[in-house]
Structures are given as structure tokens and as C-alpha cells.
């Protein structure tokens, strides 16, 4: 039966956090072959090996193991796919097969390894696996000691920094700086929290995108490399993540020492998460136009900010707890000082700012978590630029846009309210100014409705709605057209107004939405 074996790994000479596997490839005597793997794959951690011929390792392997294989179990290009399969779904680092049995590694092998993303190393025949793992044991010895204290010194200081108040920017510069790195730590949105001169836009899209994408962190690039800040987050559309770019030189201890600084970074964050979530509760429990009261100046211009997270397939709301609070930490996360609350599934927020600046910005950094977003969308809505006595009108206008998902397919969706209309412009206008309108004109109505219950306004609301069609009309409540004539007629007699004429018809129908624009 074929055996398997598995040896932990100890820590490298050069100071990394483990072996990395291109490690594995610097001994000029051993022979041994890259078939399949870029070069990020070769920065994958290898923190022990295994050796097996079992046609499902599952049980004989584990996450970040270097898999040594004398493929003994092929036969055919579907056992190549199935071995390949179960080693990537665990995780492990790499495969590294033997050509002894074959005489080669077979091309279905080095296919399967491609198709399932895991690094591929050939072994010439008569090189022994235990060879290559005595190698790799008594290169790391050496140093490892000193490594141990060094770490634990680094993380001493780090420790003490924080019960300094020194702030993670701070930590962040000095960690940098002994290294001669440039490191920034980013939310999800591609917001930098602390670190060197600012990324270029198009860097961040590139690094956040691939990070989110990735089935592991850390993620290597010739240049950077992202680290994952609190992993045990579920939802990645809200994490930290710190960017490193760094020297060839000093990658590995650099990368070590940040690693550590990670660790202290998601210390800080759930600092920054118990306060937020203190003064959600508040903002909360006061409502929204309250908040934004006691946050903002009168006169200030602002902007309304509602989102919806929905499902993929059928667009109903995905909202659970855990998402929604997700939602509301990448949209505070995107729209730095604003203040938000939630509406049921919704998240609703103002900031401030111009209504064109805050369309822009969202566009660009809620399209950063797309990958994160696991068969979900973003709808999200902005309303025109408002002021405080307006807030209540133009969160009404950006609920509308968040809710109506019409024919959009795109995973982020940010609609605006541009000015074209009637309806629109009067969303700007204080709120106390389209109350007394709406109440001025259609308050009869109301006021007979409640009376009688004779639903004079929701057949005018369908009568504007058939362009004062009568048949239509009658159609649509399934009444006689009679019916209709009378309802109307008593509307304008009610209202004073003449829905042949123009005019009166524009009053009455902004009267009606304004009055929408009320209730919702």
C-alpha cells in the first residue's frame, strides 16, 4: 500500500515567518524543476512536507504542506484531475512529483495543476525526497534562535509602543523606515488608514482586486505584497489590508516584521469598531436628520446616500445582520465623516460634499469589492445636493433610486439624481416648504377620503398616471368609467382645479408626489 508521511517545517535562515517555497528551488544540485506556477505562487509559505501516494490524500495532508509524490496512483488523466483537486481544496502549498515511477511527470498531471491553480515541481529521478527535506531542514537550523528573540523583541516593542498611544500610523512608518519599505494599510474601498505617499488609483484597483480574489493572503506581486488584516473577518468587503512594498533583499524579515504589525493593526481596528458601533447606536436610536443636525452646519451642502446589498439571481434583499453591518462599515469606509443609520435592509447616509464628487467617489471604490461580494450586488442611490431642511426629500429621492433595480446586471450599481425633472428639482426644497404645498392643494381630498373612504386619491394617482385617460383609468381600479368621471370631477371640485388645463394638472401631480415623497 503506499505510505505517507508528513515533517513539520522549521523557520528559515533569512528570517521569514516560513520556508517560501522558491526556497526549495535554490539548491543547484537537487535539480529540481518549476512545471506550473508563477512567480506569487513561489512566495506560498511552506510549513511542513508530506509524502504520499494515496490516490485521496485528503487525510495525509494539510494546509500550507509542500506535497511530495511518487504518482504511483495514476493511471489515467482523471486520476491526475482528482489528485490535484483534493490537494488544492486543502490548501496545501505546492506538489512536487517524482519522475523515478513515469520517467517524467505526465502533462495531464501538469495540466490539472494549472486548472487548479497549484504550483508544480518536477524531481529528477534519482533524487530522494528525503534528501530535499534533510536540505531544507538544516538550511533553516542555522539561525533560528536568533530569529525567536528578534521576533520576540520586535513584538515587545510593538506592545509597548501601543500602551504609549503610539497610533498604527506611527507603527506603520517605523516599521518602514528600519526596513526601508513603503507600507500602507487600506480598507476594502482602497481607502488609505495610515502609510507612505499616496497609491496611485490605478495601483490600489489592481492590488485590492487581487487580494479580495485571492483564496489565501498573504498575496505577492513582483513589487508588493498584501497581508490580510484580522483574518477571521467573514465578510471581506468591510477587512484591512496591508500593503508592503519592499526591497528583494530584505523581503523575508520585512515581510515578518509586518506580519507581526498586523496582528497590532486588527488590535486597532476593533478599538475603531467598538467605537463605531457606539456611535451608530446613538445615531440610531436619534434618527438620521437628527444626527446629521447635531454633525453639520445649516448651510452646509450635502449629499443623501442610500444602499441596498441584493442576491444575485433574483434581486431579493440579502440582507443579513452580518452583511448589513458589513454594508455599513464599506460605505463609512468609503465616504470618510458621514454620518449613517439603517432602514431595514437598507443603509442609509449623508456626507458632505457635491452630489457629482460623492457619485464619482463611491463609483470608483465600492467597484473595489466586487470580488468580495460572493453572488451578491451592490444598488446604491445619491440624491442632488441638499441642505439640512432638505435631507428628508433627498433621502427619499435616493431610497427611490436604491430600490428601483430595473434592467441593471452590474454587481456595483451607483445611480444619481440628475436635476431633469420637476419632481427631482422640487426634492431640494426644504421639507416644511413641500409639506404646506402638498397639504395646501391636496388636503380636501384627503381630509374627504378619510371621511368617506371614497378613494378619490388613489384613483386621481392613476388617472395622472393613464395621461387622463378614462378608459384606462376605469380599467386599471376596475370600476365603470362613470365611476371615474365622477371621482375626478369631485377631485377638482375639491381642489379648485382644471385637469384638462396644464397648469393645474402640473400642480395637482407634484402635490401627489410630494406627498409619496412624505410617506416614503
Not at 509524502?51 to 511530495?68: C, I, K, W
Not at 468609503?334 to 463611491?362: F, I, K, N, W, Y
Request: glycine share 6%.
Amino acid at each position: 500500500m503506499p505510505a505517507s508521511y508528513c515533517a513539520i517545517v522549521q523557520r528559515p535562515a533569512h528570517g521569514g515567518g516560513a520556508v517560501l517555497l522558491h526556497d526549495v528551488l535554490d539548491d543547484a544540485e537537487l535539480g529540481i524543476r518549476v512545471l506550473h506556477g508563477d512567480p506569487a505562487m513561489l512566495e506560498r509559505p511552506v510549513l511542513r512536507t508530506c509524502t504520499t501516494d494515496m490516490p485521496d490524500p485528503t487525510r495525509y495532508v494539510s494546509a500550507g504542506s509542500l506535497v511530495f509524490s511518487g504518482l504511483v496512483w495514476r493511471a489515467s488523466a482523471e486520476d491526475s484531475d482528482l489528485f490535484v483537486k483534493h490537494l488544492a481544496r486543502v490548501g496545501v502549498t505546492a506538489l512536487a512529483a517524482g519522475e523515478a515511477l513515469l520517467g517524467e511527470v505526465p502533462e495531464d498531471v501538469v495540466a490539472a495543476c494549472a486548472r487548479h491553480r497549484l504550483p508544480l515541481l518536477s524531481v529528477p529521478a534519482d533524487v530522494p525526497f528525503s534528501r530535499i527535506i534533510e536540505r531544507m531542514t538544516a538550511r533553516m537550523s542555522g539561525a533560528r534562535m536568533d530569529r525567536l528573540q528578534n521576533g520576540l523583541a520586535r513584538q515587545r516593542r510593538l506592545l509597548e509602543a501601543v500602551a504609549d498611544g503610539r497610533s498604527i500610523g506611527d507603527l506603520l512608518d517605523r516599521t518602514a523606515q528600519e526596513f526601508g519599505a513603503q507600507a500602507w494599510l487600506l480598507t476594502a474601498t482602497g481607502v488609505p488608514l495610515a502609510g507612505a505617499a499616496p497609491l496611485d488609483d490605478d495601483i490600489v484597483d489592481r492590488l485590492v482586486a487581487a487580494a479580495l480574489s485571492a483564496e489565501r493572503l498573504p498575496h505577492a506581486t513582483a513589487d508588493y505584497t498584501v497581508l490580510s488584516v484580522g483574518g477571521g473577518l467573514r465578510d471581506r468587503t468591510s477587512c484591512w489590508l496591508l500593503v508592503v512594498r519592499h526591497t528583494g533583499d530584505a523581503r523575508a524579515d520585512c515581510l515578518e516584521a509586518f506580519r507581526e504589525l498586523a496582528t497590532v493593526a486588527a488590535l486597532d481596528r476593533v478599538r475603531r469598531d467598538e467605537r463605531r458601533r457606539t456611535a451608530w447606536d446613538a445615531g440610531d436610536s436619534s434618527g438620521l436628520v437628527s444626527t446629521a443636525a447635531a454633525t453639520f452646519d445649516s448651510g452646509r451642502p450635502l449629499v443623501a446616500v442610500v444602499a441596498r446589498r441584493v442576491s444575485h439571481d433574483d434581486r431579493a434583499a440579502a440582507a443579513t445582520a452580518e452583511r448589513l453591518r458589513a454594508l455599513r462599515d464599506s460605505l463609512c469606509d468609503a465616504l470618510p465623516g458621514c454620518v449613517s443609520a439603517l432602514d431595514g435592509d437598507r443603509v442609509v447616509l449623508t456626507v458632505a460634499g457635491d452630489a457629482d464628487e460623492v457619485h464619482s467617489v463611491l463609483r470608483r471604490r465600492l467597484a473595489r469589492v466586487v470580488p468580495a461580494l460572493e453572488r451578491t450586488r451592490l444598488r446604491v442611490g445619491t440624491s442632488a445636493t441638499c441642505t439640512l431642511g432638505s435631507l428628508a426629500g433627498a433621502v427619499a429621492t435616493a431610497t427611490a433610486l436604491a430600490t428601483d433595480d430595473g434592467d441593471i446586471r452590474e454587481p456595483v450599481s451607483v445611480r444619481t439624481a440628475a436635476m431633469d425633472s420637476a419632481a427631482e428639482l422640487f426634492s431640494a426644497v426644504p421639507d416644511r416648504l413641500r409639506h404646506d404645498f402638498a397639504q395646501r392643494i391636496l388636503g380636501p381630498v384627503l381630509d374627504h377620503d378619510l371621511s368617506t373612504d371614497s378613494g378619490l386619491l388613489s384613483t386621481l394617482e392613476v388617472f395622472l398616471a393613464c395621461s387622463g385617460s378614462w378608459r384606462r383609468t376605469a380599467e386599471r381600479i376596475h370600476v365603470h368609467l362613470n365611476t371615474v368621471r365622477y371621482r375626478i370631477g369631485k377631485v377638482e371640485k375639491l381642489t379648485g382645479r382644471d385637469l384638462s388645463q396644464i397648469d393645474d394638472r402640473l400642480d395637482v401631480y407634484l402635490a401627489l408626489r410630494m406627498l409619496q415623497v412624505q410617506e416614503a
